[in-house]
């Protein structure tokens, strides 16, 4: 009887000890190990320089101003390709700099609602609070076409959805390439 409960313990820790050896090899240990993508956090070191104009935010990220005017897909990839993504206007601080840059020009900026349509999101996939739509807009087109990328309209002094590329049903000669703000 009194063996029997004595192989029983000895089992018991001998379980436990398995575990707990067992753990550190597992998935907690990775995650130590999460790299940052950077998108979440634009704010970095450089020198706010760079494109056709720059201008730092209060935040003390940098945004740049590029005048060659491309499609949203096509500008934030020339954004990633200097370590940096469409500008996420997401303070009012940042969207008064960003009006500065570019003056009366319209240029993209890093928002759109190109996976479900009206619900806007950052490049970076945060939500929209703050935000400056022009009055009107966002109105998808009023239903003629899909407009899923914003652009900064500086000749109105506010945020207007457009047809993100020429690839967009209907759009006629609607244009599709703006200059762009980059931001990191
Ligand atoms: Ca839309
Ligand atoms: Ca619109």
Do not use: H
């Amino acid at each position: 009887m009194r063996c029997g409960v004595l192989l029983l313990l000895v089992g018991a820790c001998g379980a436990s000890v398995d575990n707990t050896v067992l753990a550190p090899d597992g998935a907690p240990i990775d995650t130590a190990n999460v790299v940052d993508s950077g998108i979440d956090a634009p704010v970095d070191s450089r020198a706010c320089t760079g494109g056709d104009g720059a201008m730092t935010a209060a935040d003390g990220s940098c945004i740049v101003l590029f005048t060659t005017p491309q499609n949203f897909a096509a500008a934030d990839a020339s954004c990633i390709a200097i370590d940096s993504r469409l500008a996420i206007l997401n303070t009012a601080d940042r969207d008064a700099i960003a009006k500065a840059l570019i003056g009366t020009a319209d240029v993209w900026i890093g928002l759109g609602d190109q996976v479900a349509e009206n619900t806007f999101v950052w490049v970076d996939g945060t939500p929209l609070v703050f935000e400056n739509f022009f009055t009107d807009e966002p109105n998808n087109a009023n239903g003629a076409f899909e407009e899923d990328c914003v652009m900064y309209s500086g000749s109105r002094g506010g945020w207007d959805d457009r047809p993100c590329s020429n690839a967009v049903a209907n759009i006629g000669a609607t244009p599709t390439e703006y200059p762009f703000l980059c931001m990191f």
